[in-house]
């Protein structure tokens, strides 16, 4: 059979059909789509002894429908990331129990028991110790694993042309590298912050510095990425009292700048911290950046000597990383500025009483970080700027 779009009355016999659950009959499912661009259902049985997720890609951007036709494809490329993140960081994603090709559906753990970030922040709680730590691990040990430091040079070579994905890197050049830039349809924002969108219009420098950063994207195949780590694609909680963290979603993967993945957390943390500034509710916000840089940076120094290709040498890492971070800084900037001016916004600023002040101020930080990321040399420097 080829691909058929599933509704919520579809899942119990496509689990029975794709080998999942054959003695399971009383099987209750609900559909919790969420994000901009797939479904998601939720699958389990009364006594609650079976759960599962089923996600699937629509031939379209689930939020803008079929008027916006997107290829089903992408879920080839984010199970495609989940087999290599399984490699590395298993602890980091939900378990995949089985991709169908053909309907471009994953059958994965249910994570309902956890929270998305986004959410538990927005509702007032802090980070604690651990979420961001394991985030920059987590992007260490995917991108090093994937870069020329972890994989044979014909290895990787496969590993770029298997995980191109012009469309979805397309998504990402348009709405988050361009457009907000220039007059398009897709831009929207609030009245009161019309003045700054049309002078981010008119700012030569800030353009420039964009394309500079576009052009990265487009052409810096250093390791493969998430490719849309915001804090909507991280669940946290706890499981049988320790803390867990798991990054989903990465359909948006390809072999890229590794300081894209760094950079959207950095921006959706500021965005988040500005909205706890407004609340007058800020409580560990303003670690989060340097906290997920030196889980990164560490991981990747410990990963370092396990290099295969030992002419990269110890001075030449010091550089490499420094250019991560600048990077990084600058893609937070275009971020935060696509968040508030461009196509998708942002339910921390859009939920807030009042969103103006904080919106307004973040903006201007997006700003600072894109066209002033050579000389924002450490996490410090950040902070001086926010
Ligand atoms: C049309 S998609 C807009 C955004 O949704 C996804 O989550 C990505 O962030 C993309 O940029
Ligand atoms: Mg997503």
Same mark, same amino acid.
């Given at each position: 059979?080829?691909y058929?779009?599933?509704?919520t009355?579809?899942?119990?016999a496509y689990?029975?059909?794709?080998?999942?659950?054959?003695?399971?009959?009383?099987?209750?499912?609900?559909?919790?789509?969420?994000?901009?661009?797939?479904?998601?259902?939720?699958?389990?049985?009364?006594?609650?002894?079976?759960s599962?997720a089923?996600?699937?890609?629509?031939?379209?951007?689930?939020?803008?429908?079929p008027s916006?036709?997107?290829?089903?494809?992408?879920?080839?490329?984010?199970?495609?990331?989940?087999?290599?993140?399984?490699?590395?960081?298993?602890?980091?994603?939900?378990?995949?129990h089985?991709?169908?090709?053909?309907?471009?559906?994953?059958?994965?753990?249910?994570?309902?028991?956890?929270?998305?970030?986004?959410?538990?922040?927005?509702?007032? =709680? /802090?980070?604690?110790? *651990? #979420?961001?730590? $394991?985030?920059?691990?987590?992007?260490?040990?995917? %991108? @090093?694993a +994937? &870069?020329?430091?972890?994989?044979?040079?014909?290895?990787?070579?496969?590993?770029?042309?298997?995980?191109?994905?012009?469309e979805?890197?397309?998504i990402?050049?348009?709405?988050?590298?361009?457009?907000?830039?220039?007059?398009?349809?897709?831009?929207?924002?609030?009245?009161?912050?019309?003045?700054?969108? =049309? /002078?981010?219009?008119? *700012? #030569?420098?800030? $353009?420039?510095?964009?394309?500079d950063?576009?052009? %990265? @994207?487009? +052409? &810096?195949?250093?390791?493969?990425?998430?490719?849309?780590?915001?804090?909507?694609?991280?669940?946290?909680?706890?499981?049988?009292?320790?803390?867990?963290?798991?990054?989903?979603?990465?359909?948006?993967?390809?072999?890229?700048?590794?300081?894209?993945?760094?950079?959207?957390?950095?921006?959706?943390?500021?965005? /988040?911290?500005?909205?706890?500034?407004?609340?007058?509710?800020?409580?560990?916000?303003?670690?989060?950046l340097?906290?997920?840089?030196?889980?990164?940076?560490?991981?990747?120094?410990?990963?370092?000597?396990?290099?295969?290709?030992?002419?990269?040498?110890d001075?030449?890492?010091?550089?490499?990383?420094?250019?991560?971070w600048?990077?990084?800084?600058?893609?937070?900037?275009?971020?935060?500025?696509?968040?508030?001016?461009g196509?998708?916004?942002?339910?921390d600023?859009?939920?807030?009483?009042?969103?103006?002040?904080?919106?307004?101020?973040?903006?201007?930080?997006?700003?600072?970080?894109?066209?002033?990321?050579?000389?924002?040399t450490?996490?410090?420097?950040?902070?001086?700027?926010?």
């Amino acid at each position: 059979m080829g691909y058929r779009i599933l509704e919520t009355d579809d899942i119990p016999a496509y689990l029975h059909e794709r080998g999942h659950w054959a003695d399971v009959t009383d099987i209750h499912v609900r559909e919790v789509s969420d994000g901009n661009m797939n479904r998601v259902f939720l699958a389990s049985n009364a006594d609650g002894s079976h759960s599962l997720a089923v996600k699937q890609a629509l031939p379209w951007v689930r939020v803008a429908g079929p008027s916006w036709p997107m290829s089903p494809e992408r879920a080839d490329a984010e199970a495609r990331a989940y087999e290599q993140v399984a490699k590395v960081a298993p602890d980091k994603i939900p378990v995949i129990h089985g991709y169908d090709a053909d309907n471009y559906a994953l059958v994965m753990e249910d994570m309902s028991d956890l929270e998305v970030l986004r959410t538990v922040l927005n509702e007032g =709680a /802090s980070y604690g110790p *651990d #979420a961001s730590a $394991r985030i920059g691990e987590f992007v260490a040990q995917l %991108t @090093f694993a +994937t &870069s020329d430091f972890g994989m044979d040079s014909a290895d990787r070579k496969a590993l770029i042309a298997a995980s191109v994905s012009p469309e979805l890197c397309k998504i990402t050049e348009d709405v988050v590298l361009s457009e907000p830039y220039i007059e398009h349809e897709h831009n929207h924002w609030l009245p009161e912050l019309a003045d700054l969108a =049309a /002078s981010f219009r008119a *700012d #030569a420098r800030l $353009r420039t510095e964009v394309a500079d950063l576009r052009y %990265t @994207f487009m +052409t &810096s195949a250093q390791a493969l990425l998430h490719g849309d780590l915001h804090t909507g694609s991280v669940m946290v909680g706890e499981r049988e009292g320790a803390p867990v963290v798991r990054v989903f979603d990465p359909e948006f993967s390809f072999v890229g700048p590794i300081g894209y993945d760094l950079g959207l957390y950095w921006a959706n943390v500021l965005v /988040s911290e500005e909205r706890a500034r407004e609340l007058g509710a800020l409580t560990d916000h303003g670690d989060q950046l340097r906290l997920s840089w030196e889980a990164f940076e560490t991981e990747f120094r410990r990963l370092w000597p396990t290099r295969v290709d030992t002419f990269f040498d110890d001075a030449f890492v010091d550089r490499f990383l420094s250019r991560v971070w600048t990077d990084s800084v600058g893609y937070a900037g275009t971020e935060i500025v696509r968040r508030i001016i461009g196509f998708a916004h942002l339910t921390d600023l859009t939920t807030l009483p009042d969103p103006v002040p904080a919106s307004r101020r973040t903006l201007l930080l997006g700003r600072e970080l894109i066209v002033r990321r050579e000389e924002l040399t450490s996490p410090e420097h950040i902070r001086a700027l926010v």
